[in-house]
């Protein structure tokens, strides 16, 4: 790891994160559980997240089976994610770097690569939704929404750390008040009729898994970035603890705004989720749904801004892999501006139907590339090597984890392509998916690719690498020094 150099600021620039891909001394670590609650809340009650609750309600399950399948999918995809969070305080390293181990300083070029494209799809997304919303309540061109949501999310993840956490636990606040009237409204006034509740009714198995399957997935997607926003957390946080905390933002975020989609399906199936989401809300009094969409709409940009922040990580991570960089403030600035202003231009450019036409597919590709690496990274991190890594040996290009890791990228792949017969996404459907007539690919994948890592590492010599460590890493709190 280069030696960071220590230098003044002041005025603005002082309140701009200077860390990256750095470690974060103990000096620097503090934060709250409930913080790793609200940064998930808000970043999954959002906008997005309306269009897959409402997957179920268009396949022809009725409301109370949608949200039966919406709750196991979220409950499934959550516990994973979770799991990552504990590395953040265990390493003091941002999420994507500790890649290195299982992959190799190379080998992981690829699941960087995907990650940082995950990162910019939902800036892109994000941008297109938030403009066309906008747009839609205030009248304006949608272009200059685009342009002006984006640029405060870019914003925002300049500033780093510290302020996602203060905003998103704003935004969890308002979304939390405006949620519990929404849902409370409808109960009240009777406005969900009683039959769409009725599991006697409209069950179709396939249809079931699906909705499952997809709720899982978009739930995978957050994997890449949980550790990005609690490596600040102090090294001693208890691991069930912060796994709880973290699973109940994430749980209980996705599945209130998938809920919600799936209630503006069920009783408005001939409108879009937006109108559907304002014409239900007034059901509650007059202007509760445009309240409803805004606070939706500052999840999102939460949502964006976190991408713009962990694509620029994963970003520095990959360009340090090749050639090693100082990882400054500057050079976190640009990295964010890069990825903030090129999806900017890409919202401004894509289909206003994206959404509706390519979302679901698109969500499912990734999910499919994301289930093997998370199968990878948290079977090393619990099972493998059990938390042991050196820091210090995760800079050095010529360190214990080499610059190609066969058992990781073997495992990947494998379990890859042990997935593909289950697959079912755009014009592919997998052999073994058709006779069954649902996709389980994900439900495959991640356990299998848990066990192959573990055979494949069963001679691996972890006492070596322990030795190695505990020489590495004895002045680690001596380099990580601020960095300008």
Request: charged share 10%; hydrophobic share 50%.
């Amino acid at each position: 790891m280069s030696t960071p150099t220590s230098r003044s600021t002041s005025g603005v620039l002082s309140r701009v994160e200077a860390r990256s891909i750095d470690y974060v001394p103990l000096a620097e670590r503090k934060g709250r559980l409930l913080d790793q609650a609200t940064i998930w809340f808000a970043g999954s009650a959002q906008l997005l997240s309306l269009a897959t609750g409402a997957i179920g309600i268009v396949l022809g399950l009725n409301l109370g089976w949608t949200l039966i399948a919406l709750a196991i999918g979220t409950l499934l995809g959550t516990i994973p994610v979770a799991a990552h969070a504990t590395q953040g305080p265990h390493l003091g390293l941002p999420q994507m770097i500790q890649s290195r181990p299982q992959f190799g300083r190379y080998g992981a070029l690829f699941i960087w690569a995907m990650a940082i494209v995950v990162y910019w799809g939902y800036i892109v997304l994000g941008g297109d939704l938030l403009g066309a919303t906008a747009a839609e309540l205030t009248g304006g061109p949608s272009q200059l929404w685009i342009i002006a949501v984006c640029a405060a999310a870019t914003l925002l993840a300049v500033f780093g750390y510290h302020w996602l956490h203060t905003a998103q636990r704003v935004i969890t606040v308002i979304l939390v008040a405006v949620i519990m009237v929404y849902v409370a409204g409808l109960l009240a006034t009777g406005s969900i009729p009683t039959a769409l509740f009725d599991l006697s009714q409209s069950f179709d198995i396939g249809s079931f898994l699906v909705v499952v399957s997809a709720a899982t997935g978009y739930q995978l997607t957050w994997a890449f970035f949980v550790s990005d926003y609690s490596r600040y957390m102090p090294p001693e946080t208890s691991k069930p603890a912060i796994i709880a905390v973290t699973s109940g933002g994430l749980f209980f975020g996705l599945f209130t705004f998938m809920g919600v989609g799936a209630v503006c399906a069920a009783l408005l199936p001939a409108e879009g989720i937006i109108t559907g989401l304002v014409v239900t809300g007034s059901y509650v009094f007059p202007g509760l749904g445009e309240l409803m969409l805004i606070s939706g709409g500052l999840g999102l940009l939460g949502l964006m801004a976190m991408c713009a922040y962990g694509g620029s990580l994963t970003l520095i991570t990959a360009l340090d892999s090749i050639r090693r960089v100082q990882p400054t403030r500057t050079l976190r600035v640009v990295t964010i501006l890069l990825i903030g202003v090129t999806g900017t231009i890409a919202a401004v450019l894509i289909p206003d139907d994206f959404i509706n036409t390519s979302f679901a597919t698109v969500l499912t590709v990734v999910a499919y590339l994301m289930g093997p690496w998370t199968s990878v990274n948290l079977t090393d991190f619990f099972l493998v090597r059990r938390g042991n890594y050196s820091v210090t040996e995760i800079f050095k290009k010529d360190g214990i984890y080499g610059l190609w890791n066969g058992r990781g990228i073997t495992a990947y792949l494998l379990t890859l392509l042990i997935m593909v017969p289950f697959m079912n996404v755009g014009s592919y459907e997998g052999p073994i998916a058709s006779s069954l007539g649902v996709d389980i690919a994900f439900f495959v994948g991640i356990p299998v690719g848990c066990v192959i890592y573990w055979l494949l590492c069963l001679n691996q010599n972890t006492a070596e690498e322990l030795r190695v460590i505990a020489e590495s890493d004895q002045e680690l709190e001596l380099i990580g020094t601020p960095v300008e």
